[in-house]
């Protein structure tokens, strides 16, 4: 049952994302005009015209929304242009990496979801995100798709499991390999050693390592980012844990590296007090954990589950105070990220960091997934010697999209994004694209 705690709490700002509400809005006004409530079904005629009239209200409204993003591609990168229609409707929405199709999107996902023949229900935030979900995997399905990259919890496997052999997903990813896309594993999860990570994602990493229709280097297309982006692992089918860890002097950007490292404590030393801040006053049982590139707190035993108005409230007071002071930015970068620069940038910046709600602690990690991501773009785009693979080349599949507290809202900022809700939804988003890229070869 949905108390009104539950819906009051689903209004909060912080939880919602503003550019599907905005369509959701859209699409209540022909469910209103056209739904057929008073009925019953078996009223024949009248549920099926209304299920006809409320499905090409339905597409005409996302028709006309592809073509305000269209719009809003031609503009976002030049700043001198007047601002575009939808940028104004919704501040927030994009960067857009490519055109979405949400009409055939549409089109397919009233097909599995009966959208349209709904009475009662009106279409729902989810209903849109699977739209969102169903035009991005159209987009990249033109043969543009080189790197593929996944969050771990929730996204791969259940919260705070492993990646057993057993998993339904395996068998997915090692088809993006076969198919030469490029896959990166960008956690939360900050390890210092290779052992760890194989805990975590032994199942996938011994599949790979036993794959006889996957050559040398497509067994070498995939990479583990720890910590946001603090720690690169690459396979390595001779190492015990069949990973390998990359020295960060290799794979650090230009921009990452003019981080100074007294910088990086500082930060972490207001996180920290920030957090013990947090502990005292709402009387919190956590306990605080300091890593080299990461500080958190976590539950004092494993039993002890803490609220998770606790927790987002923990997360956007140390995100304010570190916001508010020199040493600390989450502010998004800029659309040309993703290219190389020369040399450090001529003046200091604030460290970008992430304070995020993991579900039952909360951590603050030096940098974010858009910089991880973007490692993984650098990463595999110099080992092909074509420059970093590009934004709209790039997918990256996430749980956490709301805009406070969760950790794959960066990652729109560099490439092309897909919000699952569960592993399970992972699983059928690559089956949907495993069957676009079938249809396209035929």
């Keep these: 049952m ?14 919602r994302d503003q550019f599907i509400e905005w369509l959701k809005g859209l699409l209540a006004v022909p469910f209103v005009l056209y739904s057929q409530p008073n009925g019953v079904f078996g009223d024949g005629p009248s549920v099926t015209q209304m299920a006809e009239e409320a499905h090409r209200r339905y597409a005409e ?9 269209d719009d809003q591609i031609t503009r976002q990168s030049n700043d001198k242009m007047f601002p575009s229609k939808l940028r104004m409707l919704v501040p927030t929405a994009g960067p857009f990496f490519t055109r979405l199709p949400l009409e055939a999107a549409f089109k397919y996902q009233d097909r599995k979801r009966s959208i349209s023949s709904r009475r009662f229900v009106a279409p729902s935030f989810n209903d849109v995100r699977q739209i969102l979900n169903s035009a991005q995997i159209m987009a990249v399905n033109n043969g543009t798709l080189q790197l593929a990259t996944f969050d771990g919890d929730v996204t791969l496997y259940d919260d705070g499991e492993s990646l057993l052999p057993s998993n339904p997903v395996i068998p997915r990813l090692l088809d993006l390999l076969r198919k030469n896309i490029k896959i990166g594993i960008v956690t939360a999860a900050g390890y210092l050693t290779a052992d760890r990570y194989y805990e975590r994602l032994h199942g996938l990493l011994e599949a790979i390592a036993t794959a006889e229709d996957l050559d040398p280097i497509q067994k070498q297309n995939i990479v583990i980012m720890g910590g946001e982006a603090n ?12 990973l390998a860890p990359v020295p960060r002097e290799e794979w650090l950007t230009p921009e990452m590296a003019s981080w ?8 972490l030393d ?3 007090s920030a957090l013990r801040d947090c502990i005292k006053s709402m009387n919190l049982p956590a306990l605080v954990v300091r890593k080299d590139r990461a500080v958190g707190i976590i539950p004092k035993t494993p039993d002890i589950r803490i609220g998770r108005e606790s927790l987002e409230e923990t997360v956007l007071v140390v995100q304010r105070i570190l916001e508010l002071t020199y040493i600390g930015s989450t502010t ?16 200091p910046r604030p460290v970008p960091f992430c304070a995020f709600n993991g579900g039952r602690d909360v951590f603050v990690d030096i940098g974010d997934k858009s910089w991880g991501v973007t490692v993984c773009q650098q990463w595999f785009g110099r080992k092909g010697g074509n420059g970093a693979i590009r934004g709209e080349n790039t997918l990256h599949v996430g749980d956490q999209f709301l805009s406070a507290g969760s950790n794959d809202f960066k990652a729109r900022s560099v490439g092309t994004t897909a919000w699952i809700a569960s592993p399970a939804e992972t699983v059928e988003l ?3 694209l495993a069957d676009l890229m079938q249809k396209k070869l035929s």
């Design 61 to 69: 409204i996302m028709r006309d929304v592809e073509l305000m993003i």
């Design 270 to 272: 207001v996180a920290e």
């Design 231 to 242: 720690y690169l692992f690459e396979f390595s089918p001779s190492s015990p844990h069949r």
């Design 260 to 267: 100074s490292e007294s910088d990086i404590q500082n930060l």
């Design 2 to 15: 949905t108390t009104r705690y539950r819906v009051e709490y689903a209004l909060k700002t912080h939880r």
């Design 332 to 347: 998004e970068r800029p659309l040309n990220r993703s290219v190389a620069q020369n040399g450090p940038p001529s003046s």
């Design 430 to 432: 690559l089956d949907e």
